[in-house]
Nanobody, 127 residues
Framework: QVQLVESGGGLVQVGGSLRLSCAASGLSLDYRAIAWFRQAPGKEREGVSCISTTDGSTYYSDSVKGRFTISRDKNTVYLQMNSLKPGTPAVYYC??????????????????????WGQGTQVTVAS
């Protein structure tokens, strides 16, 4: 059984940092596309960042580019979030594609579709 488990969310001050983790079990993250999404109450889910574990290529949404960094170590994917901005709380989810990805990451990775999702971890930025 495939499981993606996010952790690392919490309450942080404006300008602060958090590092989210997505630990995978039942699925090797080799040669995969992994993404982070976020969803605020009443809003659509938004793709934030994605990584190809085939070649390490990454992609970011314009709203987080330069502030967030996605990375991977073995079977865990991280999202380092710096210079956090105030806003409504959001739940951050990681997602993975079941099929193997043998290419560089593409912008479509912020949309999907993805086959596996974690349960999410909440991030709140206090002003």
């Amino acid at each position: 059984q495939v499981q993606l488990v996010e952790s690392g969310g919490g309450l942080v001050q404006v300008g602060g940092s958090l590092r989210l983790s997505c630990a995978a079990s039942g699925l090797s993250l080799d040669y995969r596309a992994i993404a982070w999404f976020r969803q605020a109450p009443g809003k659509e889910r938004e793709g934030v960042s994605c990584i190809s574990t085939t070649d390490g290529s990454t992609y970011y949404s314009d709203s987080v580019k330069g502030r967030f960094t996605i990375s991977r170590d073995k079977n865990t994917v991280y999202l380092q979030m710096n210079s956090l901005k105030p806003g409504t709380p959001a739940v951050y989810y990681c997602a993975a594609i079941a099929g193997l990805m043998m290419t560089t990451i593409q912008p479509m990775c912020l949309i999907g579709p993805y086959d596996y999702w974690g349960q999410g971890t909440q991030v709140t930025v206090a002003s």
